[in-house]
């Protein structure tokens, strides 16, 4: 089954059995990045500048991306110039997620649990009802990034985006931290792809590096 770049990193995200998402905030990033880099693997979106262009509104046939490409077509319509693609992932972190878990639910890798928090309060959960896809999604990143095999484009983008929003922990459970950073760093500043894909990337990572340091200076106080 072929998945998305943000449907790869939500089921990360996702406790396998509990259902409860780790790293919330930063994933959510990661997430948006992750429709936004598909869009412009796909030709759909490009970035120059730091600036976010539609340049073809075709649909991908997949519908996690075609619903978000409407949603940043008709967003970037609105405005009298290019938006920064900041902007534009600042808009999306709140809402890509959501999309996200449902597109999961519909293919039937995770399912929707309701329960109540003190009684009372309704909180959603999505345990893993097939783990067949995230095995095999483990297994690649494991290859490329402590094995040192050669990553495909997708592969090399997803790694960019969990090292931008420093996702290493539920990317590479009980690897040292620092070994797997810098190893994924290395693959993030390839040569994997295209200028514009890279720049693309670039802007995510900066994008998810600044709110990362906004959560934690916000933890502290």
Do not use: N
Not at 38 to 43: D, H, M, S, Y
Not at 64 to 82: E, F, N, P, Q, S
Not at 102 to 129: D, K, Q, S
Request: hydrophobic share 50%; proline share 4%.
């Amino acid at each position: 089954m072929s998945i998305t770049l943000a449907e790869e990193i939500t089921l990360l995200s996702l406790d396998d059995e509990s259902g409860e998402a780790k790293e919330r905030q930063s994933a959510a990033w990661a997430v948006a990045g992750g429709i936004l880099l598909e869009l412009a693997l796909a030709g759909r979106v490009s970035v120059a500048g730091g600036r976010l262009a539609v340049t073809d509104e075709d649909p991908t046939g997949e519908a996690l991306l075609d619903g978000r490409l409407a949603a940043v077509a008709a967003w970037t319509g609105r405005r009298g110039r290019a938006p920064k693609v900041t902007e534009w992932l600042t808009k999306d972190q709140a809402k890509a997620p959501a999309a996200t878990v449902a597109r999961l639910c519909e293919r039937g890798l995770v399912v929707e649990e309701t329960r109540r928090v003190l009684g009372l309060f309704p909180v959603r959960r999505y345990p893993e009802a097939d783990g067949a896809v995230e095995r095999e999604l483990r297994e690649r990143l494991r290859a490329v990034v402590l094995d040192g095999a050669a990553p495909d484009e997708r592969t090399a983008g997803l790694i960019a985006l969990l090292h931008g929003a420093k996702l290493h922990r539920i990317a590479f459970p009980g690897e040292p931290r620092k070994q797997v950073a810098a190893r994924m760093a290395e693959l993030a500043e390839g040569r994997w792809a295209g200028e514009g894909v890279r720049e693309a990337i670039r802007d995510m990572q900066a994008a998810m590096a600044a709110v990362t340091v906004v959560t934690i200076v916000a933890a502290a106080g």
